[in-house]
């Protein structure tokens, strides 16, 4: 099954992202704090991170940069930091999509959907070039 794994402290949002993204198969985990995001990236395969900036501990931004050599799957930024200065540095962090709130979550659910079609691609063609 695919896992993805939302860091998102308003309790209201991550529970919406995860039942729209649940209803379409994905099995999703939550986190609320910053500070256990690479902890939970340890206990699963995960395919898809999604990032608020404003989390307690450990920033968006800090795990985003911190995170993006060591994993290769999508990273998405889904934050009320809207300012096109948050969006540049989210992106230049690495994040794969910066998503500003409020947001539609069938929107959300079709992007998620494109990054991970995009990333299995990516996957399958490099096992392909590894003769996998």
Do not use: W
């Amino acid at each position: 099954m695919t896992r993805i794994l939302i860091a998102e402290d308003d309790v209201e949002i991550a529970y919406l992202e995860r039942d729209y993204l649940e209803m379409q198969g994905y099995q999703v985990d939550l986190v609320h704090d910053g500070g256990l995001v690479e902890d939970q990236l340890k206990k699963e395969d995960y395919v898809l991170l999604m990032l608020d900036v404003m989390l307690p501990n450990k920033t968006g931004y800090d795990l985003c940069r911190d995170l993006r050599d060591k994993v290769d799957f999508p990273i998405l930024m889904v934050t009320s930091k809207q300012e096109t200065m948050d969006v540049v540095r989210g992106l230049g962090l690495g994040a794969d999509d910066y998503i500003s709130k409020p947001f539609d979550p069938m929107e959300l659910v079709a992007r998620v959907k494109a990054h991970l079609a995009r990333y299995q691609r990516f996957q399958k063609d490099n096992d392909q070039q590894l003769g996998i």
